[in-house]
């Protein structure tokens, strides 16, 4: 079970006096003049970051709860405010549940699929504010690229996370991955006991496979990092 805690991990203070932010130029100013300080909670919360600093391809692997999210567009976002990366990229399994079908849900492929990011706007918002990530959202420097859209590009100083890569096939990893261009970091994250694929999935497989090649980390969470409710 996981240890109890008494604060979430910090959230930048300058959002609660948030300026109004009508372009991306206005936007990218902001978050350039904010006070950029995360406060990690566990040693592998902390690990967790640096191996995002010091490789290009970083997985990592752990029950929900543990921050990786947060700590992934937390990273994303100080870097984009530092003018290390022009963009960043979002992008999950479009796991669908109870018979639901993408195509039948109304409006364009950032409609169909905003109910499947919702994890990663709800962070973002904690850390620079709605009106901010609206206006990036808006302006393309933060946007999503479904899996299946990402064969035959090449993401050049981009900072793109994939979340419940658990879901993923070997073969739409191997897409994903491959899509690395220069000066772009991909972040991998997953939870190996939560996966809806009934044989190997994407995860796993690399993580086999990757492990060990120049460029690349591995972070781990366990129970213990949980910093969700104690229940």
């Not at 939870?191 to 993580?207: F, K, P, R, V, Y």
């Amino acid at each position: 079970m996981a240890r109890a805690t008494k604060n979430k991990v910090k959230t930048v203070t300058q959002v609660k006096s948030e300026q109004p932010c009508q372009n991306k130029r206005q936007a990218l100013s902001q978050i350039r003049r904010i006070k950029w300080n995360i406060d990690f909670r566990s040693n592998n919360q902390h690990h967790f970051w640096k191996t995002i600093d010091t490789n290009d391809i970083t997985f990592c692997a752990g029950p929900a709860g543990c921050g990786k999210t947060y700590i992934s567009v937390y990273y994303a976002l100080q870097m984009l405010a530092q003018k290390k990366f022009e963009s960043i990229i979002l992008t999950k399994p479009l796991v669908e549940a109870g018979g639901e079908k993408l195509g039948y849900l109304p409006g364009d492929v950032d409609e169909k699929t905003e109910p499947f990011m919702m994890s990663f706007y709800y962070n973002m918002e904690q850390i620079i504010g709605k009106q901010r990530l609206d206006v990036l959202r808006d302006s393309g420097v933060i946007k999503v690229i479904p899996l299946a859209y990402m064969r035959g590009l090449t993401l050049t100083n981009t900072c793109v996370i994939l979340d419940e890569a658990q879901n993923t096939l070997p073969i739409q990893i191997k897409t994903f991955l491959t899509r690395i261009g220069q000066g772009s970091k991909f972040i991998v994250n997953g939870d190996l006991l939560q996966t809806d694929i009934h044989h190997e999935n994407g995860l796993e497989d690399s993580i086999k496979r990757l492990i060990g090649v120049r460029g690349l980390g591995m972070s781990r969470f366990t129970s213990e990092d949980i910093v969700r409710h104690p229940i």
